[in-house]
């Protein structure tokens, strides 16, 4: 019982993994056949078959490592003379069936944010409703009353918003805009106690947040607001990983990410869903990125294709996404390493 009790909470964490990346999968799965591209094999799981099963021209299987799964077309990667061929359809339509992985996972995310917020009685806002005791950002021109609108220069929305902006931070020193009895004002330099947390200094809010009152323009006004919050914060750190704000100690692989969810599962299971949400959100956003081997960089060479009415020779494509994945595979087993070593020291 005590192994099993410290083993479910990481199981839980490679089942999450697992049911994300199947409904990206699926995503592309349902595109294809709407646009009747031949579906040779979806697969949950890679390496050694455990279940295989065909209906119609599509054979099911279940693979033994749950780390991932896939939908393979034809034509996807080659040429084929088969009609149904995904290299043979319209530009459009392979735009579509490969935009579509991403877009079900912002759509899962959308679903999790407002299951999130539907157990809630109220909802947070960016407007300052009162103090802590001894609070220090009150001295440096703070007041109750105020709505923070931008920290640094980043257009504040949600209290996720500013969770984010309130990381990384130097010294506890951030430039502010808030919104003082309909006029913007701007507050240079306002302090705050900070502390640090694995080498990112974190500020220390002194001040409670007003509550919203719940109805259902404003749960759905969240619900889009706060999905639409977390694509910023991961295109914001990824903005801050290239420009050195945030180094590699800051990046998390699979390894990192099963231990961060198993401690949380230990904690409760209802806690997970702010981290499903954001992940999700992150597998869509992540693969949008126009780098090769990833979804993103085959909508570049398609998006050539629309705009210039000719398509990029398949062998060059390859190699590029060849290329890619290699350096891809790279960056992950960097960091996997690292996350292998922070378990040890």
């Not at 609108?149 to 010294?171: C, I, K, Q, W």
């Amino acid at each position: 019982m005590e192994i099993w009790n410290n083993i479910w909470p990481y199981a839980v964490a490679v089942l999450l993994f697992l049911i994300l990346v199947i409904i990206h999968e699926f995503g592309h799965f349902i595109a294809a056949k709407l646009f009747k591209v031949k579906v040779n094999e979806f697969a949950v799981g890679f390496g050694p078959k455990l279940l295989a099963k065909k209906w119609g021209e599509t054979t099911y299987k279940l693979n033994l490592i749950p780390l991932g799964g896939y939908c393979a077309m034809e034509g996807e990667d080659e040429e084929s003379k088969d009609e149904g061929a995904f290299c043979n359809k319209a530009p459009f339509k392979r735009f579509i069936i490969v935009i579509a992985g991403a877009v079900f996972n912002l759509i899962f995310g959308l679903i999790i944010v407002a299951v999130i917020l539907a157990g809630q009685s109220t909802f947070t806002t960016t407007t300052v409703a009162k103090f802590h005791e001894n609070a220090v950002s009150v001295n440096y021109g703070l007041q109750v009353g105020d709505v923070i609108t931008h920290v640094d220069g980043r257009r504040m929305y949600t209290t996720n918003d500013l969770s984010y902006a309130f990381s990384g931070v130097e010294n506890g020193t951030i430039d502010m805009v808030v919104k003082r009895n309909g006029e913007s004002v701007t507050l240079n330099g306002v302090q705050f106690d900070h502390e640090e947390e694995n080498g990112i200094d974190y500020i220390k809010v002194d001040f409670y947040v007003l509550a919203q009152e719940k109805n259902l323009g404003t749960f759905l006004g969240e619900t889009f607001k706060t999905t639409f919050s977390y694509v910023r914060t991961i295109w914001f750190s990824l903005i801050d990983l290239i420009t050195g704000k945030y180094g590699l100690s800051a990046m998390s692989g699979p390894v990192g990410l099963t231990v961060a969810i198993g401690s949380v599962a230990k904690q409760s299971l209802k806690n997970l869903l702010p981290i499903i949400a954001l992940i999700t959100v992150n597998l869509g956003i992540f693969n949008l990125l126009p780098l090769p081997a990833l979804d993103g960089g085959r909508l570049v060479f398609i998006l050539f294709e629309m705009i210039f009415r000719k398509k990029v020779p398949e062998k060059f494509e390859g190699i590029v996404h060849g290329i890619g994945f290699a350096l891809l595979l790279i960056l992950m087993l960097v960091v996997t390493a690292k996350d292998i070593w922070g378990l040890f020291v």
